[in-house]
């Protein structure tokens, strides 16, 4: 039974071990993009200045500070659910013996 209860109690910790460990690349994979396009955007133009650039780059590096916002969250959650499933798992096992131990 202890195995049941813990894969129900563990169902959903995958999706948040993927989501904490893939989103910083998503947000940096964004941040490429963002700056690839603000150049190219401005590739027509003969003379750009760091006024110009600084916040089409700055709004490019939104998408890291999103990515890395959503990792920090999502690990912590996976590792506090993780150690209460454990807790969890622990307390079913010990209940376990000691309802098998009084036949």
Excluded at 9 to 17: D, E, K
Excluded at 69 to 97: C, D, G, M, P, W
Aim: aromatic share 12%.
């Amino acid at each position: 039974y202890t195995t049941l209860f813990r894969s129900d109690a563990s169902s959903g910790l995958s999706i948040l071990s993927i989501i904490s460990s893939t989103s910083p690349f998503i947000g940096l994979f964004g941040t490429v993009v963002g700056i690839l396009e603000s150049f190219a955007r401005f590739s027509t133009h003969s003379k750009v200045s760091f006024s110009v650039i600084a916040p089409a780059i700055s709004e490019a590096l939104i998408a890291t500070a999103a990515g890395i916002l959503v990792a920090i969250f999502a690990y912590t959650f996976h590792q506090i659910l993780s150690r209460k499933v454990y807790e969890f798992n622990v307390y079913i096992k010990s209940q376990s013996q000691i309802l098998l131990s009084r036949k």
